[in-house]
């Protein structure tokens, strides 16, 4: 993965092979993610890298990040629970997510045409950060191993998911993980997790 903020907007996030061709996301999007980081910084918020992607950070906590797919870019706010959404913009990141906490484009000019209502939600979710408010603890929360909470960590995709999962898959996960008696099993069943959490399905479904 980058490390270079530039990297991305120049060859991608280095996650794929298609990492610095010509077929990478970044380069069918480039126009609109550049006017999506500039929105960004003119709010202002501090730029990083994280998970190889770009993100915006306030107050010390993460505010948005940025990315590509061959469909669509999207900026995804954290601690979408928290945002009122006035303009119903934000979508789930699929059918088993529980808040909604991105907005989509399908067209580079998109974001120039959204972006008032853009800059408005980064200054919603900053005013949050500067008050350090965050979403309530919402009923039937888990205990997470440590293990997955490192995970979490270094994979913000990964994390994101998980929220979005409903209570029954996410016990599912914790049960599975918790009944493995070494650190390093229950590691190795994160990884072989994650695409399953990353297509909202719980740990026994096929």
Request: include cysteine; hydrophobic fraction near 40%.
């Amino acid at each position: 993965m980058i490390t270079d903020i530039e990297d991305y907007f120049a060859k991608g996030c280095g996650r794929c092979e298609r990492f610095a061709t010509a077929d990478c996301s970044t380069r069918q999007w480039g126009q609109g993610l550049t006017e999506l980081r500039r929105v960004c910084l003119e709010s202002p918020l501090v730029e990083t890298v994280k998970w190889g992607h770009p993100c915006y950070m306030h107050a010390d906590r993460n505010i948005a990040i940025i990315g590509a797919l061959r469909s669509d870019f999207r900026i995804s706010f954290f601690n979408a629970a928290l945002m009122k959404d006035p303009d119903a913009v934000l979508e789930k990141q699929g059918p088993n997510t529980r808040h909604a906490d991105m907005i989509r484009f399908t067209d580079n000019a998109q974001v120039v045409e959204r972006e008032r209502v853009i800059a408005s939600y980064l200054r919603e979710a900053m005013g949050y950060a500067e008050a350090g408010i965050k979403p309530p603890k919402e009923q039937g929360e888990i205990a997470l191993p440590d293990e997955l909470c490192e995970a979490f960590e270094s994979d913000a995709e990964l994390a994101a998911a998980f929220a979005g999962l409903t209570p029954g898959r996410q016990r599912s996960y914790v049960i599975n993980l918790n009944s493995a008696k070494k650190p390093q099993t229950r590691v190795a069943r994160i990884l072989k997790f994650r695409d399953k959490i990353l297509a909202g399905k719980g740990a026994n479904e096929r």
